[in-house]
T-cell receptor, first 115, second 116 residues
C-alpha cells in the first residue's frame, strides 16, 4: 500500500490566492483527518470525516477554510483567500474503524507558505 | 473534556541511555486509547506504540515501551538503549472511545536530542 498521499508537497503562493491541498486515503480506511502544524500552535485538528461525512469541523479557523470528500478515498482542503498566517504544514491522516486501535496513518504533509 | 499534557518541551540524553518521555492525560471516557508518535526532522509522523485503557499489560514494541499507570493517568514512553536516530519530536495522543468517535487529540510534544 502506498500510504496516505498528499499533494502538493510544497506550495508557495501570494496572499489572496486560492490554495487547494489534496489527500488520498489508504485503501479501505473510512476516517479522514486534516491537521495543521505550526511552531506556535503545535498540531491542531482542523476537521475530520467518517464515511465521507464531516463529523467535527470545530477546528477550522474561519470561513476561508473548507474541506470536502467527494468520494471515499479522496479529500481536499481549500483556503480562499489565503493569508500569511495560514503558512504551516498541513497533514492529512486516515484510519479504519475496523482497526481495534484506530491508529491514524499520516501523509507526508504539505508545507504551505503564503507570502 | 479531554486533555493531553507533555511537560518536557525538550530533553538531551546520552546515546545508549534509556529515556522516559512524560505524558499525562485527562478524560471522562471509561474506555480510551493512548498513542505515541515520532516526528523526525524530515517532518513525517510515525506511529510508535498503542495502549488500550483496559489492557492488563504495558505495551511494548521493540525498544519502545509504554509505562501505563491508570490511577495516575500517565502514559510515559520509555525508549531503551537510545540511538542517534531517536532524535525527534515525540507526541503523546489519546482517543476517548465514547466521547470523540475517531478523533485523536495530541499533546504539545517533547523534542528529544540524543548526544553521541
Amino acid at each position: 500500500d502506498a500510504g496516505v498521499i498528499q499533494s502538493p508537497r510544497h506550495e508557495v503562493t501570494e496572499m489572496g490566492q486560492e490554495v487547494t491541498l489534496r489527500c488520498k486515503l489508504i485503501s479501505g480506511h473510512n476516517s479522514l483527518f486534516w491537521y495543521r502544524q505550526t511552531m506556535m500552535r503545535g498540531l491542531e485538528l482542523l476537521i475530520y470525516f467518517n464515511n465521507n461525512v464531516p463529523i467535527d469541523d470545530s477546528g477550522m479557523p474561519e470561513d476561508r477554510f473548507s474541506a470536502k470528500m467527494p468520494n471515499a478515498s479522496f479529500s481536499t482542503l481549500k483556503i480562499q483567500p489565503s493569508e500569511p498566517r495560514d503558512s504551516a504544514v498541513y497533514f492529512c491522516a486516515s484510519s479504519s474503524s475496523r482497526d481495534s486501535n484506530n491508529e491514524q496513518f499520516f501523509g507526508p504533509g504539505t508545507r504551505l507558505t503564503v507570502l | 473534556a479531554q486533555k493531553i499534557t507533555q511537560t518536557q518541551p525538550g530533553m538531551f540524553v546520552q546515546e545508549k541511555e534509556a529515556v522516559t518521555l512524560d505524558c499525562t492525560y485527562d478524560t471522562s471516557d471509561p474506555s480510551y486509547g493512548l498513542f505515541w508518535y515520532k516526528q523526525p526532522s524530515s517532518g513525517e509522523m510515525i506511529f510508535l506504540i498503542y495502549q488500550g485503557s483496559y489492557d492488563q499489560q504495558n505495551a511494548t514494541e521493540g525498544r519502545y515501551s509504554l509505562n501505563f499507570q491508570k490511577a495516575r493517568k500517565s502514559a510515559n514512553l520509555v525508549i531503551s538503549a537510545s540511538q542517534l536516530g531517536d532524535s525527534a519530536m515525540y507526541f503523546c495522543a489519546m482517543r476517548g472511545w465514547y466521547s470523540s468517535a475517531s478523533k485523536i487529540i495530541f499533546g504539545s510534544g517533547t523534542r528529544l536530542s540524543i548526544r553521541p
